[in-house]
Structures are given as C-alpha cells and as structure tokens.
C-alpha cells in the first residue's frame, strides 16, 4: 500500500514538474567498438540505450530505422564510426535532432569502459558525459545503458520559462525496507520513499538494508525534475543444495543436524558468509566431510558419494532352546546313533566383510557347551542283582562358522537374514555308573558304584540358518538381535557304554537365540 502510494505522489509530482516543457528531440547513433566485443553485441547495447532512453519519457528519441532511411535519403556518408562530435552535430541537423549521443565501447584485459556523450547540436557542446568502467561479463554493460540513460535524462534545458522548482529523486528498492543515506545524511523513511527537495547537482545515494550489500551510486539532480532510482540490493547470504549417493543421509552444517537428503536433495538457505563445516552421514557408510563458503546471493551445489564401511567385527553371546530330548535306550540295547540334549550357552566372535551394502560374508569363533546323560537298564540278573548302567557328558564344541547375511536398510533399523555353516572339535568329559540293585532275604539295597571317567574328543558340524534386526547406535556401532535354526552333530563319539572302541554319532536341533554388538570400520 505503502508502495502504491508513494507512486502516485512521484507521478504527480512528475506531472507538474513537466507541464509546459516541450519534449527535446534526441537521436542515438550505433557505438563504436574498440576491442573486445563483436559488431552485434555493440547493437544489442545501442539499442538497449536507445529503448531505456524512449522508457524515461524525457526526449522525443528517434527510432533507428527512421534514423537510417534519413541518413540515407540525405546522403549522409561516414568513413569510420560516428563518435566525434562533428559527425554527431552533422548527423543531428540532418534528422533535424536537437541533440545527438555517441560514443565507444571496448575491453581492456578484464574491464570494459565506456565512453559516451550528449552533443548540443545548436552549440556543439557537449551536455553530458557518462564514463564508466564496469568488470566481469559483458552482460554487466545492459546495466550501463540503463545508468547512461538515466544521466542522459537528468539534463535539463537551458532556455527561459526553466521551472524553479526543486529536483528530487524516487528510490526503489527490491526488496523494500532499506534505509536512504543521501550526501551521508540518513532520510527519514525506508524504500520506497521519495526524496525531495534535493539542491540541482550531483548527490550520492546509499541504500542499507541488513543481510544486504551496500548499494551506492551518484545521481545528477536537476531542477524542476523527479528521477528514479531502481536498485536491486544483492543479499549477503547464500544457499547450499545439497545431494548425496545414496539417499537419506543427515546433513549437517557445523555439527548442527539440518535433516535428511531425500532425492531431491536438501536446500538450506539464510547462509551467512563465513566457513561452513558440512557432514552427511548415513548408517554403515563413511561420513563426507568438507568445507565451503556460500556465495552471497547465489546458490552452492554439492553432490556427495558415500562409500560402505567394508569391514566389521562382532561379538555376541546367547543360547540353544527347544532341543530335542535325549534318547533312553531300552534294556539289553546298545547305544547306537542318538540324539543328545544341546541346551547351554554359545559365545561367539568374529570378522565380517560387506561385499555391498546389502551383503556381506564373515569367519566367526564359536564356543557352545552342552550336557548329555543316558540311563540305561542293563537288565542283567545275577541270581538276586540286577545291574543299571548310566553315563553323564559335558561337551564343549569349538567350531569355525562361515556365514552369509543380506540386509534391508530401514532408517536406524536393518531386518537382515544369515546361513552359517561351522565345523570343529568336540570335546567332553564322560563319567559312567554303575548301580546294583539286590534282593536278599526279601529286602532291597542299592549299591551305587562310579566305574570310570573319560575325557574324549570327537568331530563336530554345526548349521545355522535364520534371521535378526540390527539397531544402530551410532555411526558405526549397533547391536543385533538374532534367531537361528540351530543344527549340530557329532561324529565318532566313543562308546563307553560297552566298548570305547565303539562309536556313535550325536544329533541335535534347536533354536538358537543371540545378541551382539557390531563395530563397523
């Protein structure tokens, strides 16, 4: 509203400044080029000139074909670029123009000047002159012709019946809301807001606004006259998009969390200009560290990839359940292939490599201990006894597991599925019994004799298959939850129950339940 309002006052005020002035006729004749820059940029520019001259409504301008078919029916011959002010006043009375401007344009190593001038064609003098040096793309000189038609505009004629009354000058800016400081003095107000009355002459204007730069120009006021002046004020922060392969890692700027990457990346604005510290992370991959500084008012990409951790080592610890029991052979039987109780506890440790994110193999260490007991009725009756025959083994395996496991990234948790297969050594310490049950006179005693104690060693082939969840903790750290079907055998167990030179083999199955933790470097 505020902006609305302060139009409407600058364009009144324009209006009564100019009422009763009579439109100057002007004609712009084509730049001459020094260096740097081809014949059809030099027009490009002329006619920006030529179009921001006809915007500011000050001089009745001489379109360029009429300009050229003049030139033409009139015999107008040049032998070289018309920049010297004898070629603009000859032009000038030709087109019947009251003023003529000219002038070159060329590079220098990294600076382009240009040089123009407004020519009296009645006097030929020069009424104003516009000298520039301007660094970086040519495409900075279309704001040069815009600067050189405001100066060119800001003439004011020398003739009786001059207004008296004072100049001032409109300032606009984008966005709205800087401070205006003209000749170092602050105005009252923030833009857009006019400035008036300003003394005939040159003022420098300087525009504030914070989280912006400064923006200073001059500005030729003349009296009786209103110009503009328009500045788009460059912010000082940037911003920073940012992309990373794969997907889904946390951003942060200066160990502050700015959130997650998805697909199309992640754009933080408001970036201050000073040295930032960037880390994306993502669980199981290195982090990428770098460091940047934004680019006042413009836009930083960064496409980050992130390689897996490749290597792991876990330890974990847990147990067998839901065995199957122990057999009891019947009487007179032999102890042939038989199933043995497998429930105790397992420890294992080990090396894993991730071939990719999502699969990996691994050697583990596994320890397991167990109990297996059999009683056994000899049934051998020896006139009044019978003889009953138990044994008791504690067995400890060692085996080297080789596994494989596929994984799901979900966010801090990862669903994976694992097949192991392990073999080893079993070792157990075997105590045997025997019991003398005797019926004399009637009365039943029971003699309990320990025969002998064994310590054996046999073969042993475990297979484990099953699945689990992993819980991250940290960049590379995180416990995981696992339930196998757990299946083992042990072959070339020696029989003590008759004959040690007998063997049998033990089986069992079960579930095996874990939990462990899991470095990754």
């Known amino acids: 509203m505020k902006r609305i309002a302060m139009v409407l006052v600058f364009l009144l005020l324009q209006a009564g400044l100019a009422s009763g002035q009579k439109k100057t006729a002007l004609s712009v004749m084509d730049l001459n080029i020094t260096s740097g820059i081809t014949q059809q940029e030099a027009v490009m520019l002329t006619d920006k000139l030529l179009n921001e001259l006809v915007q500011m409504r000050r001089f009745e301008v001489v379109e360029r074909s009429r300009r050229d078919e003049i030139l033409k029916e009139q015999g107008f011959q040049m032998t070289g670029a018309c920049d010297q002010s004898s070629c603009l006043v000859e032009a000038g009375q030709l087109l019947g123009a009251q003023k003529m401007v000219g002038g070159t344009i060329g590079r220098f190593g990294a600076v382009y000047a240009v040089e123009l001038r407004m020519i009296d064609i009645g006097s030929g003098k020069i009424d104003q002159a516009f000298s520039r040096k301007y660094a970086g793309?040519?495409?900075?000189?279309l704001d040069a012709m815009r600067e050189a038609a405001e100066i060119f505009s800001s003439w004011k004629p020398g003739a009786a019946g001059q207004s008296s009354k004072p100049g001032g000058l409109f300032v606009v800016t984008e966005p709205d809301g800087a401070k205006i400081i003209v000749d170092g003095k602050e105005h009252p107000g923030l833009t857009?807001?006019?400035?008036?009355?300003?003394?005939?002459?040159?003022?420098?204007?300087?525009?504030?606004?914070?989280?912006?730069?400064?923006?200073?120009?001059?500005?030729l006021v003349s009296v009786g006259k209103v110009d503009t002046v328009s500045a788009p004020l460059m912010s000082l922060a940037g911003k920073l998009k940012m992309k990373t392969n794969p997907v889904g890692a946390r951003l942060y700027l200066n160990n502050k969390y700015q959130g997650l990457v998805n697909e199309q990346?992640?754009?933080?604005?408001?970036?201050?200009?000073?040295?930032?510290?960037?880390?994306?992370?993502?669980?199981?991959?290195?982090?990428?560290?770098?460091a940047f500084s934004p680019n006042p008012g413009r836009e930083t990409k960064i496409d980050a990839r992130l390689f897996p951790m490749r290597w792991t080592f876990t330890v974990s610890s847990g147990g067998v359940i839901g065995t199957s029991p122990g057999k009891t052979p019947?009487?007179?039987?032999?102890?042939?292939?038989?199933?043995?109780?497998?429930?105790?506890?397992?420890?294992?440790?080990?090396?894993?490599?991730?071939?990719?994110?999502?699969?990996?193999v691994s050697l583990m260490y596994q320890f397991r201990f167990s109990n297996y007991a059999v009683d056994k009725d000899i049934n051998l009756w020896r006139d009044t006894a019978q003889i009953i025959r138990s044994v008791d083994a504690d067995i400890a395996t060692h085996s080297a597991l080789v596994g494989v496991s596929a994984a799901v990234a979900w966010g801090r948790f990862e669903p994976y599925g694992e097949a192991r297969i392990g073999v080893g050594r079993a070792a157990a310490r075997q105590t045997y019994a025997d019991e003398y049950l005797s019926l004399q006179a009637s009365v039943m005693t029971r003699d309990s004799i320990i025969s002998k104690a064994y310590d054996d060693a046999a073969g042993y082939i475990n297979y484990q298959?099953?699945?689990?969840?992993k819980l991250w903790?940290?960049?590379?750290?995180?416990?995981?939850?696992?339930?196998?079907?757990?299946?083992?055998?042990?072959?070339?167990?020696?029989?003590?129950?008759y004959d040690p030179a007998q063997e049998v083999d033990l089986k069992a199955s079960g579930l095996m339940v874990s939990m462990g933790h899991v470095l990754h470097f």
């Open 137 to 141: 793309d040519v495409s900075n000189l």
């Open 192 to 219: 857009p807001n006019l400035v008036y009355p300003l003394s005939e002459g040159l003022h420098q204007v300087s525009l504030v606004k914070e989280g912006y730069s400064l923006f200073s120009t001059s500005r």
């Open 265 to 290: 990346g992640i754009t933080i604005e408001d970036l201050t200009d000073s040295l930032y510290q960037i880390k994306a992370a993502k669980w199981g991959y290195h982090s990428h560290r770098a």
């Open 330 to 360: 019947s009487p007179g039987q032999d102890i042939t292939d038989a199933d043995f109780g497998c429930l105790g506890p397992a420890f294992m440790a080990g090396l894993g490599y991730n071939i990719s994110r999502h699969l990996s």
């Open 465 to 469: 298959a099953g699945g689990g969840i």
């Open 473 to 497: 903790l940290s960049q590379r750290s995180a416990v995981q939850v696992n339930c196998l079907y757990n299946s083992e055998a042990l072959g070339g167990y020696p029989n003590h129950f």
